[in-house]
């Protein structure tokens, strides 16, 4: 009796604290769905998210502050993916754009630490289309539309030479390969602050102006990622976390561009992290871009998750002409591009873990 | 690593859809309701940061219209001045629309014709444009405002037409508009509408959207050669003796819906960001005066060719 006594006691001491870690878990849990959703409020557009709603459905998307810039524009989105966040942030690293021709990404390449030269050879085998035809074409006449420096601008003459493996003769190939590897390398040693402006023609542009306007007229993001951001290259001089580098070929608005990209991560307090990728340079259509991503662990449905916050800001020449409605358009495209992009990402990573 | 999207552009989108409708006083109301939620003046002052400006003319030659085989009106001209001014402000919803706009047709015609010298509308704009979606933009407007033949009398012409549409961004290649234009007084009150804005290359645009639709060539960035076609169609009151004095006792403070189409090409030139300046020239094949309500109409008889000049931005 007394034997049984006891099993029964050792039962339900055993039962009580299982009930009673699993209210411990679920106390965190819920204390960590909380934290993160009131997070997302303090700093974002999303004030109140639900976040077994969200969890079900696509990506939620919103327009941004408005900013006073008119070439500056902001979108923000958010969504539930599976999986931890340092998962998420090995997705990311690991995503190819280039598998997906409506993404528009012609060429990506990741960059050694230390670029050369030879990190851009694949330029010269870039697709023979269109945009790439005009990118040609806007190279050899040296337009004005060009988003270099004057110094880079003089090289072009110096550059002859003949012949073509691919869609870009290889004068035109050396010189874009020359210019890629010097800003890439000025990125490496001095950030954003190091890179020459855009003054071939007109009004000099600066990466580092671009991006800290951009953050400057969103206070609060600034305040959320300083942090991050005052680890890295982006705005300023080389920062103390060591980026990731990359060059794209890309169409944008049927141009083709060739950009410099530095993305940085960081884990953050209860498996929290933090991301942000810029687009330093860029040789046509948009002057600099920059998406900031915070991540927080969470669980639905008992599973692991990660509550994903993403802000996409952009500095462009065209931006600057339009108002009113047009201007509402452009936010509705890059919020629906936005939508594709991760959409597309989901789909790529669901299977991964 | 995953990439920002880049913006493409939604040019001439503008004036290029129709949305549904809002009734002057609610209009009125909430844009007052915005006006006290800034609650300072320095948000009222980036109120007027942002706008839109018009101003046009237009000069049609000499044109013939016919009511029947023995009642005809010939040679005379056309002049049709613009005036528009919209503030557009940013707000929570959307894009808001205020201003004032101002049109006059003046036709050359001979004395005793039936049919009115003048035909003027000045009216306030109030609408909102905003986002349903993603993928839809929807824009209201009203136009309330008096609809008469001068300045002469303004008391009791008043008319509130409206716009209301929505367009479907499949891609910023390709954008899909559905819209209704309404006005009580016209002869058909409810005109719906659809078209295409489509950037079939990186130079062509066929912006096929009502009530001008185009076909665009971009030269460069400051240069846009287009062929296309302009329609119109107005309601107007004439004045209370304008019966008597034509010999139709049954004009008086007659409805006349005043229609016209124009067919031309033209270029945009974009002088600054802030001024572009049009000029297109063409013909006129359709133009109709029609009294529905007093069934006298008249209609088109003999072309005419046109010019016009426009100076037009926003800000």
Known sequence: ?353 | MTRVEVVERMKNLAHRFFLPAFCVASSILFAASILAEEGNLEGLRDWFLSGEYVAEETYVGGGDVRRNSRKSVRDFDEHDSILHFVITPRIKPGVLRLGAEWERFSFGLPDGTPLPDNLQAVNLVIGLDTQLSDSILIRVEAQPGVYNTGFDDLSDDFNAPFVAGGTYIFSPNLQLVLGVSVDIERKYPVIPAAGIRWKMAPQWVLNAVLPTPRLEFEMNSGLTLYAGGNLKQNSYRVDDQFGDNTGIPRLNHAVLTYSEVRTGAGFDWKISPVVTLTGEVGYQPYREFDFYRAHVRYHQDGGAPYGMISLHGAF
Not at chain 1, 289 to 316: C, H, N
Request: glycine content about 8%; proline content about 5%; charged content about 20%.
């Open chain 1, 1 to 353: 009796m007394k034997f049984k006594t006891l099993e029964s006691s050792q039962r339900l001491f055993a039962s009580a604290s299982v009930i009673l870690l699993l209210l411990l878990l679920l106390a965190r849990s819920t204390s960590a769905r909380a934290d993160a959703v009131s997070e997302l409020a303090s700093f974002s557009i999303f004030n109140k998210v639900d976040l077994a709603q969200l969890a079900k459905s696509e990506v939620k998307t919103a327009h941004g502050s408005p900013m006073s810039n008119p070439r500056f524009l902001a979108v923000q989105s958010c969504y539930v993916a599976p999986g931890s966040p340092a998962q998420q942030i090995e997705a990311l690293r690991r995503w190819d754009p280039t598998r997906h021709r409506e993404l528009k990404v012609f060429l990506h390449s990741d960059l050694p630490s230390n670029p050369t030269a030879a990190s851009f050879e694949k330029l010269k085998n870039a697709p023979d289309n269109g945009p790439v035809r005009l990118l040609v074409a806007a190279t050899q006449k040296l337009s004005p539309d060009l988003q270099i420096s004057r110094d880079e601008a003089k090289k072009f003459s110096d550059t002859g030479g003949g012949g073509r493996s691919g869609a870009m003769p290889a004068s035109v190939a050396a010189f874009w390969i020359d210019v890629l590897t010097a800003r890439a390398k000025s990125f490496v040693s001095n950030g954003t602050s190091g890179q020459p402006p855009y003054d071939h023609s007109g009004k000099a542009i600066r990466a580092s102006d671009e991006l800290n306007g951009l953050l400057r007229e969103q206070e609060k993001i600034r305040r959320q990622f300083s942090g991050l951001l005052g680890a890295t290259g982006i705005g300023r001089g080389a920062g103390s976390l060591r980026p990731e580098l990359y060059w794209e070929l890309l169409d944008v608005d049927d141009q083709g561009v060739v950009t410099l990209g530095a993305s940085y991560s960081r884990s953050g307090a209860n498996g929290t992290f933090q991301a942000a990728d810029a687009l330093y340079y860029a040789s046509g259509g948009y002057y600099v871009a920059l998406t900031l991503y915070q991540l927080w662990p969470i669980t639905v449905e008992s599973k692991a998750s990660t509550l994903v916050w993403r802000g996409d800001m952009i500095s462009a020449p065209s931006l600057g002409s339009l108002h009113g409605v047009e201007r509402l358009g452009s936010e509705s495209v890059m919020m629906k591009q936005i939508s594709k992009s991760v959409t597309l990402f989901r789909r790529d990573t669901s299977g991964s873990r």
